[in-house]
């Protein structure tokens, strides 16, 4: 027997609204996916949730982000307009598309028993309190990511900390949601955290008070530091991998860390009995093993194209706006926070098996240089680091 699916509605808005249903082997597991509404200039683009059935519980991994937030909080923070389509959309769209998908796969949320996040980014867990306020569900989530989901100050904290280190890059500064002046925060920074009542911190079954066969923990670390995915099947039939941010289709999930996202490819090889990958974005994965590779050679490639590039001093936002760096260029005026990520993770792996050193500081401004040797001697140092698991780096910068 093989995994079977069907659209049990198509997409109605803006690629989202969708309800697919996943059927397993045994039959007694199934999946459905509930596709929920996220921009893609300002944001990753539609969210897929997934609504596990099994015969001892029902789980909802991710919650997406309510349409409301997406306004005001998305678009402020890249200092642009709100279209007039997205202003135009009902506040609540993204429960409504939540509720409607329950709806056609014969519940509520009232039913839900296990709330897993898969990693602690805003379109993961934002809706959380929505749900919440309709069930009695337990929440769960990596221990890693605790200081993200619980903590009502996290954005705060995330913007006064990475906003400094992207000065730090050269990026422009980012639309501040902060009164310094006035010792104020943007409403944007509302409280939205939930409670984890079962942290993860092992592979293999769910830490609940609920029977959960035949679904697994994956720890997927460097997209985020806690990232999680969902093996789902029984041993010896096909599996369904619910992978999150870790792995998308068809665009390349931001890594935090590269090295552990490295680490995180090189252990994805070993998941043979996957027949399918759904990620939290994107297009299904019908071939793991075939994308794994491909996003391994994508960063082996960029890795490659920095050490090149940095022949001559570069700061990160240097290299992050050189055209051809990025499939789409980058302009060198307009602050792209996931742009000059990108390529200061690049940079940081370079500068962990000593390819890149730092010539000076300028303005506040960190610059760069690699070293002069060949491209493949320092591939073969970083391939050993990937592989060498007894190697952890003292300090990342």
Known sequence: MKISKKILRPNTEFDSGRVQQYVLPSKDLRITQITTFCPGDVGPGAI???????????????????????RSTFYALFDRPVPPEIAALPDHLSEEQLTEGLKIAGYSIEDIDLLIISHGHWDHYLMGRSILNHCQAQVAAHVLETPWICNPWMSTVFWLTRGEQLKGSGMPAMNSPINFTERKLDPMFSDYSLAVDLPIFLEGDLPADLSTRGIEVKHLPGHTSGSIGLVVGKEGEEQILLCGDAILNPITPNPDDLLAYLRTLEDLKGFEAVRLALPAHGDEIDNL?????????????????????????????????????????????????????????????????????????????????????????????????????????????
């Open 48 to 70: 897929h949730l997934y609504l596990i059935e099994s015969k001892d519980a029902l789980i909802l991994l991710d919650t997406g982000v309510p349409t409301h937030i997406v």
């Open 289 to 397: 093993s075939l994308r794994v590779n491909f996003l391994e050679k994508h960063h082996y490639r960029r890795l490659r194209l920095t050490h090149e590039l940095c022949q001559k001093d570069k700061s990160a936002w240097d290299l992050a706006t050189v055209k051809g760096f990025f499939n789409t260029e980058v302009d060198k005026g307009e602050a792209n926070f996931l742009a000059a990520s990108e390529a200061l993770i690049h940079m940081e792996m370079l500068k962990m098996v000593d390819a890149l050193f730092r010539t000076k500081v300028k303005n506040g401004i960190h610059y760069f240089r690699a070293t002069d040797e060949p491209s493949a001697a320092v591939h073969a140092r970083i391939m050993s680091l990937v592989r060498d698991r007894k190697t952890i780096p003292l300090m990342r910068y």
